[in-house]
């Protein structure tokens, strides 16, 4: 069974500019969960999509958004790119997220401001 | 307060031995708790899920204490190979779901 993908593995963006991650859930699952872990620090929730809707967003300003696509993979966008966005973003995915079900993980992308 | 407080770490052990992580949660409304390992600039991967009666994976046991809001993860005969970080996770609903990741317990097992 394949896991979660991500992709670009890298990415490299100048601030101001904006910056598209995309993920794609493992089989059979319909939740997708975003995260952004900066370097040395744990990680904090962004996101999170179930059946093609936001069920909810942690506490980052609006310019971080997304949205889920009818076979369930999920985008990221960042608009406005600040240096302090530089990060692995991590992508998740689980069966429903209604019943709290055990979340895997993508191998991430690695967003580098300058 | 932080939502999900684990043990400072590092942790430094010798090859065998037993070491055990805490982690504690503030929100009662917490529902759902888990063990994840992560290796330097690795994704999350999950260890296992904790229950309330208490659950073993081999050398790996966990134990939820609801009533003190408290998670734990033993690991017996400690190998080479289970130096990374351990992070503690809660789910909860507080008007909508939440994951809370803790900051994570360094784990460095020495031959």
């Known amino acids: 069974e394949a896991g979660v993908t991500q992709s670009p593995t890298h990415l490299i963006k100048t601030r101001g500019q904006q910056a598209t991650l995309r993920c794609s859930p493992i089989s059979g699952h319909t939740s997708v969960y975003w995260y952004q872990q900066a370097l040395g620090l744990g990680l904090q929730f962004l996101l999170w999509y179930d059946e093609g809707e936001e069920r909810n967003r942690g506490n980052f300003p609006p310019r971080f958004s997304g949205r889920q696509f009818p076979n369930y993979s999920s985008e990221l966008n960042v608009n406005a790119l600040e240096l302090e966005d530089s990060a692995l973003y991590l992508c998740?995915?689980?069966?429903?997220?209604?019943?709290?079900?055990?979340?895997?993980f993508g191998p991430g992308t690695r967003l580098t401001v300058l | 307060r932080k939502e999900v407080e684990q043990d400072p770490g590092p942790f430094n052990v010798p090859e065998g031995a037993t070491v055990a992580f805490n982690c504690t949660y503030s929100n009662s409304a917490s529902q759902s708790f888990f063990w994840y390992r992560q290796d330097c600039r690795k994704e999350p991967k999950l260890l296992m899920s904790?229950?309330?009666s208490g659950n073993e994976d081999g050398r790996f046991t966990a134990q939820l204490n609801r009533a003190s809001q408290y998670i734990s993860l033993l690991i017996r005969d400690s190998k080479l190979s289970d130096s990374a970080t351990y992070l503690c996770?809660?789910?909860?609903?507080?008007?909508?779901?939440?994951?809370?990741f803790g900051a994570g317990t360094r784990l460095f097992v020495k031959a």
């Open positions: 998740a995915s689980s069966r429903s997220g209604r019943n709290y079900n055990e979340q895997f």
């Open positions: 996770v809660v789910n909860l609903n507080t008007g909508g779901f939440k994951t809370i």
């Open positions: 904790v229950y309330s």
